[in-house]
């Protein structure tokens, strides 16, 4: 396994709209060495998602979390070629993104908080699953690397843009969400 390097916002992979895989290609090595290395280098990253295009790789392939299992550990999902579908009474559900690509930089970005995936797994078997809030939020923002899509571009209050650090310090999401209402 290999530690990859990380495209940062500015590089052409990460604009680019990703070719898919191949349902016959997934377990071949190819496909798994990646599906290897890009958990190796989301861990090594501490990030709750990461997609091939971050990684230089221009393919529809993404590692995505959000989701804990019954012990309370994040559980991550590798979905090649995924689509995703608004479900039916989602509404929008905001927070402060950040991104492997766009480090030290956070903003308020609203997403739908429910949504249908279809894909294939890494074994080559297609899936069909729901998610609500977080990981939806987690996979929306996953899957949109995958179209040249950056979370920078869904921001629509640039005041809610702004480096980690002061994020933390400055923008109280509680304050936010009280307004909001």
Same mark, same amino acid.
């Given at each position: 396994m290999a530690i990859l390097k990380v495209a940062r916002m500015g590089h052409p992979v990460?604009?680019?709209?990703?070719?898919?895989?191949?349902?016959?290609?997934?377990?071949?090595p190819e496909v798994q060495r990646l599906i290897r290395d890009m958990y190796e280098t989301?861990?090594?990253?501490?990030?709750?998602?990461?997609a091939a295009p971050q990684v230089h790789q221009p393919v529809r392939l993404v590692i995505a979390g959000g989701e804990a299992d019954r012990q309370g550990r994040?559980?991550?999902?590798?979905l090649i070629n995924p689509e995703i579908t608004v479900r039916p009474g989602a509404e929008?559900?905001?927070m402060y993104e950040g991104c492997?690509?766009?480090?030290?930089?956070?903003?308020? @970005?609203?997403?739908p =908080? $429910?949504?249908?995936? !279809?894909?294939?797994?890494?074994?080559?078997?297609?899936?069909?699953?729901?998610l609500d809030g977080f990981p939806a939020v987690v996979m929306q923002h996953e899957c949109d690397h995958l179209?040249? @899509?950056?979370?920078? =571009? $869904?921001?629509?209050? !640039?005041t809610r843009f702004a480096f980690e650090e002061e994020a933390?310090?400055?923008?109280?999401?509680?304050?936010?969400?009280e307004d909001e209402e």
């Open positions: 990460l604009r680019q709209k990703c070719t898919a895989i191949a349902p016959e290609m997934i377990q071949g989301m861990a090594e990253y501490a990030g709750v998602g990461l994040q559980k991550f999902r590798v929008p559900f905001g492997l690509s766009v480090p030290g930089l956070r903003g308020w @970005v609203e997403r =908080d $429910r949504v249908n995936v !279809r894909a294939y797994d890494e074994t080559g078997k297609q899936v069909d699953f729901d179209d040249g @899509v950056l979370y920078v =571009d $869904r921001i629509e209050d !640039r933390n310090r400055y923008l109280d999401l509680e304050d936010e969400d």
